[in-house]
């Protein structure tokens, strides 16, 4: 069995999904869009010494073919 998992984001619908293909065929497709965003916000949060009413401001900066760079501001 030649079993793949990808990670996935649609900028049509705004979902993050976890989804498994097992030889080339997809088998399974979860939208774990709330548990991503939940994480990455309480890293954030961690990363820059934050409490819980502190505010942060993100701004995109450029995008670069594959790369998006973010400037957070305390």
């Known amino acids: 069995m030649n079993k793949i998992n990808t990670l996935e984001y649609s ?3 705004g979902q993050i999904v976890l989804n498994e293909y097992n030889e080339g065929f997809l088998e399974s497709s979860n939208n774990i869009t709330d548990a991503v965003m939940t ?4 890293k954030l949060y961690d990363d ?3 409490d819980i009413r502190d505010e942060v401001v993100i701004t995109k900066i450029k995008s670069l073919n594959k790369i998006t760079k973010f400037e957070v501001k305390k």
């Open 11 to 13: 900028k049509e619908t």
């Open 48 to 50: 820059y010494n934050l």
């Open 39 to 42: 994480l990455a916000l309480e």
